[in-house]
């Protein structure tokens, strides 16, 4: 279990810039952790009081997020305010993670109800069709963690998604932005900023073409890229399931202890193996193109 450990320790480091500097920012990990351990040992009322700083975290932060962190803490605040009986935030707080990781379903650890409640969301998400934003400012920009590239579009699902812009000397400055289907959203922030002008108009006949590869796309990327972070989900809590079976002194309990960390780490490592088969296939197929429209 050592080299396990090790993987589980590299990520959560990896993770730890997503921490906001300034202690009135709540952490986006820190935020992760504490709401899964609540949710684990069904103190509702902890996991409620903790969700309600979500959105703020997602967009207080004095770094670009990191895409499939920002993700799963919509997953996790959607599987609160679900489990907590409120229907209607647990709509709209899936909606904000399917569209922000299309790809991706809800840990089983929650359950076969709540997972097909997430998947109905995710699916009239991604069943709403796609759109762009392309950014013409000379600032930088990310959405939902993913930089944008100035005069080159990105392609995103329908929905909420968290935009960060900062213009040259700056700081970090964030809101939610609303995709509709078939938009294609002009971003230009500054002295002469302009909130959705439109694009040219595609060339006729590719319009059909370009819509097919970036839905293709979306998936790949975001279901790729979720997977590989569930899996580090998994690993997590086997090295945490693996530090309860070295501090447990009662012999009976060891076998099962033993058994849900070999589980666990079993899927981390099968479910991070498929993430990056699905980014592989994407980059053989798709080449350099994706270096440029596919980039994280």
């Given amino acids: 279990m050592r080299w396990i450990l090790g993987v589980v320790f590299g990520w959560t480091l990896g993770t730890a810039a997503a921490r906001a500097d300034d202690g009135a920012c709540p952490g986006i990990n820190d935020l992760i952790s504490r709401i899964s351990g609540a949710l684990e040992v069904a103190d509702l009322g902890l996991a409620a009081t903790l969700t309600g700083q979500a959105r703020t975290a997602l967009l207080c932060q004095p770094q ?41 379903s809800l840990e089983d650890l929650y359950g076969q109800q709540a997972g097909a409640f997430y998947a109905k969301v995710r699916d009239s998400v991604t069943a709403a069709g796609g759109a762009t934003i392309v950014l013409k400012s000379a600032g930088e920009a990310w959405i939902d963690g ?31 932005l609303t995709l509709v289907a078939g938009e294609d959203h002009v971003l230009t ?39 590989v972070v569930a899996s ?51 980059l053989a197929e798709d080449g350099l193109g994706l270096g440029i429209r596919g980039r994280w």
Avoid: C
């Fill in 232 to 282: 580090g989900v998994m690993l997590a809590l086997a090295a945490k399931s693996h530090g309860d079976f070295d501090a447990e002194t009662d012999p009976s309990q060891l076998k099962g202890l033993q058994s849900k960390t070999n589980s666990m780490a079993t899927a981390g490592l099968l479910t991070g193996a498929a993430g990056i088969g699905m980014i592989g296939v994407m």
């Fill in 189 to 227: 922030f500054g002295p002469a900023e302009v909130a959705n002008a439109p694009m040219a108009a595609a060339a006729p006949g590719s319009t059909t073409a370009s819509a097919q590869g970036r839905t293709r796309n979306t998936w790949l990327l975001g279901g790729g890229g979720a997977l």
């Fill in 64 to 104: 670009p997020l990191q895409t499939m962190l920002a993700a799963e803490l919509s997953r996790l605040t959607g599987a609160a305010a679900y489990f907590n009986g409120d229907m209607a935030q647990a709509t709209e707080v899936f909606g904000l993670a399917a569209s922000i990781s299309p790809g991706e």
């Fill in 146 to 176: 993913r930089s944008l590239t100035r005069e080159v579009p990105r392609d995103l699902t329908v929905g909420r998604h968290i935009l960060q812009t900062r213009e040259a000397g700056g700081k970090l400055e964030a809101r939610e």
